[in-house]
């Protein structure tokens, strides 16, 4: 990936997020990406932006799709950007997938990894006004996606005054002329300690039963161990990784069923996915992309990147 680089995008701004349960006044929202608020799961503020310290444990419902969703405080919101308060929709940028992990927060993705909207309506869209307004984005680039959006808002009356232009940087793909969206993906991870203490103790005092030659390593180890903020990724996206003996079923569509996975016996062991079929399946099943395999690329066999 290159970037960041610059880019226009228009914000819808400012929104109104809808009225607080209490009755209070609604939420101003300043967004670049009106086209979020289907996946929005919550507000954040400054814990010590006194605007909206009243608000913190309450909830609010978003604009034309009547979400309701809390507000919080971190300290990664910025007081002077905005109106202040921003919305954490999954996934936006990675300050989301931060808020996100930290907040505890649920996920909705809207976002398919071909870059669109996906067709099928989201499952926390209750109400039939807002499973009808989705249908306005649905199947739509984000492009398309902010324009309808746009409309919904000054529809509804939740558009304050006119989209103006913006320019900010963003990160673009290497040789692409379109901004990068963050997709869910299914990975594998290993539990290293990262988001265990407990398991975090314990690798460390495996180290302490080990003789180390030379000795400074094991106070290399300690730290490495100490510092661990993640699971292990096995199935990261780079092009030397550690295949999995794992295979997925593809449905119409080309995406891989999760919940039926393909897996070789003890004997048949070691695989390497990249080279060898999948048991029940024959070299020509394979070509003709009937099967996925868990490895250390993103995409199926046969299919580029967008």
């Known amino acids: 990936m290159s970037g960041p680089a610059p880019t226009t995008r228009s914000p819808s701004g400012p929104v109104r997020a809808g009225e607080s349960d209490d009755g209070v006044e609604p939420v101003v929202i300043d967004t670049t990406r009106p086209e ?84 099928d309506t989201p499952q926390w869209l209750s109400s039939a006004e807002a499973r009808d307004a989705y249908s306005r984005i649905a199947g739509k680039s984000p492009g398309g996606a902010q324009a309808q959006m746009v409309e919904m808002l000054r529809d509804s009356g939740e558009l304050i005054g006119d989209p103006r232009p913006l320019q900010h940087a963003v990160k673009f793909f290497e040789k692409g002329d379109k901004p990068l969206e963050i997709v869910t993906s299914r990975q594998w991870y290993i539990r290293n300690g990262g988001r265990s203490e407990d398991l975090k103790a314990k690798l460390i005092a495996r180290g302490d039963e080990l003789a180390w030659h030379p000795s400074f390593m094991q106070h290399r180890y300690s730290n490495w161990v100490d510092g661990l903020n993640g699971d292990w990724l096995v199935s990261r996206q780079r092009y030397f990784g550690v295949p999995i003996p794992v295979w997925y079923h593809l449905d119409a569509d080309g995406n891989p069923d999760h919940d039926n996975p393909i897996t070789p016996d003890e004997a048949s062991l070691p695989i390497d996915p990249q080279a060898d079929c999948p048991p029940g399946f024959t070299p020509e099943q394979r070509g003709r992309h009937e099967v996925s395999w868990v490895t250390p690329t993103s995409w199926t066999r046969g299919r580029r990147p967008r």
């Open 36 to 119: 979020l608020v289907v996946s929005c799961v919550a507000l954040v503020a400054h814990p010590d932006d006194e605007r909206y310290q009243p608000l913190f444990g309450s909830s609010v419902r978003t604009p034309v799709f009547g979400v309701e969703v809390p507000v919080l405080a971190h300290e990664l919101a910025e007081p002077d950007k905005g109106t202040g308060i921003a919305m954490i929709c999954t996934f936006g940028d990675t300050t989301d997938v931060t808020w996100w992990r930290e907040l505890d927060l649920p996920t909705r993705a809207a976002m398919t990894r071909d870059g669109r909207f996906t067709t």
